[in-house]
């Protein structure tokens, strides 16, 4: 929260010399993104502690550190906006891990390599509000609220014939929200970049390029 007040006002500070709005009634603004960090490698995976897990080797994550997305947005007056966000983001993990299996065969204990892989795969799509509270020629800064659908593919896969995945599960709670706060900075009249931080719903940071879809 605080990284987000001092991120609000740095861009009021910015604004003081007011001009010809950048964005108005009207407009169409579409902003692909990536988003950091992917908080399910970030927090639960990547950290994995291996001491005591006997014979586990090759760790990692599945997914990456970041997540995709977009934002259409369309205003219908000119500081308030209405649009889409979705965005997508794959987290899990692999290991190899030996374990001594008898074998009924030989009657002897035998060292065998497994492999274990496990991938979530989350989908938000929610639909949002923006209030813009600056505006002048180069800067477009926002608060927006989002509220959605969130979809959750779970999957896990091994050679392991003992492993059971019965207790995966898609979303607990197929619901999601964003709080957000957010500038578009634009070089031309039409295109530029859009930086955001918010919480829920997505990656704290996200940024990506702006486009303003010209109005006739």
Do not use: C
């Amino acid at each position: 929260m605080k990284k987000i007040l001092l991120f609000m006002g740095v861009i009021a500070l910015g604004s003081t010399a007011m001009a010809q709005s950048q964005v108005g009634q009207g407009n169409v603004i579409i902003d692909p993104y990536i988003g950091i960090p992917n908080w399910a490698n970030s927090i639960l995976y990547s950290q994995v502690d291996l001491d005591d897990a006997t014979g586990v080797t090759d760790y990692k994550v599945n997914g990456g550190q970041v997540s995709y997305g977009g934002r259409v947005e369309y205003m219908i007056a000119d500081d308030f906006g209405v649009g889409v966000d979705v965005n997508y983001e794959v987290s899990g993990f692999n290991y190899n891990q030996v374990r001594s299996v008898y074998d009924e065969t030989t009657m002897e204990y035998v060292d065998t390599k497994y492999n274990y892989d496990y991938k979530s795969k989350k989908l938000r799509a929610m639909f949002r509000l923006n209030y813009h509270f600056v505006q002048n020629e180069r800067m477009d800064a926002y608060t927006g609220f989002a509220g959605g659908y969130k979809s959750v593919n779970r999957a896990s896969v091994s050679n392991d014939p003992t492993y059971d995945d019965s207790e995966l599960t898609g979303a607990l709670i197929p619901v999601t929200f964003r709080l957000a706060v957010g500038a578009r900075i634009y070089f031309t009249e039409n295109i530029g970049v859009n930086v955001e931080l918010g919480a829920f719903g997505g990656a704290l940071l996200q940024f990506g390029v702006s486009i303003k879809l010209p109005t006739y």
